[in-house]
């Protein structure tokens, strides 16, 4: 079993930054590919960012490339997603995630990932 604990949210003003991490510990390995997911209030859960088990492939949603960039930590067991330019739609809860197939890419489809935290929220004013 993997557990994962976010941190790092919390209320910013538009034009803002804010740097969320996630902590993995258990039966984690550097091999799994991590990633970010948000669920807005009555949306569905979307992909944010991932990256692969070894951290060489990473993957954007459109709705956030050049503003977010995501990283990993292997040695701390953690992974990271620096946010800038926040914007309103921003707002979400943020969720970590883990696949459990090593060496796996990241992807952007929910049910890939078999392990998750329970969420920061990020409010982002405008």
């Known amino acids: 079993q993997v557990h994962l604990v976010e941190s790092g949210g919390g209320l910013v003003q538009a034009g803002g930054s804010l740097r969320l991490s996630c902590a993995a510990s258990?039966?984690?390995?550097?091999?799994?590919?991590m990633a970010w997911f948000r669920q807005a209030p009555g949306k569905e859960r979307e992909f944010v960012a991932g990256?692969?088990?070894?951290?060489?492939?990473?993957l954007y949603a459109d709705s956030v490339k050049g503003r977010f960039t995501i990283t990993r930590d292997v040695a701390r067991k953690t992974v990271s997603l620096e946010m800038s330019s926040l914007k309103p739609e921003d707002t979400a809860v943020y969720y970590c995630?883990?696949?459990?197939?090593?060496?796996?890419?990241?992807?952007?489809?929910?049910?890939?990932?078999?392990?998750w935290g329970q969420g920061t929220q990020v409010t982002v004013s405008s």
């Open positions: 990256i692969g088990g070894g951290g060489a492939e990473i």
């Open positions: 995630a883990s696949r459990s197939a090593l060496y796996s890419g990241p992807s952007n489809y929910t049910p890939s990932y078999a392990y």
């Open positions: 258990g039966r984690t390995s550097s091999a799994y590919a």
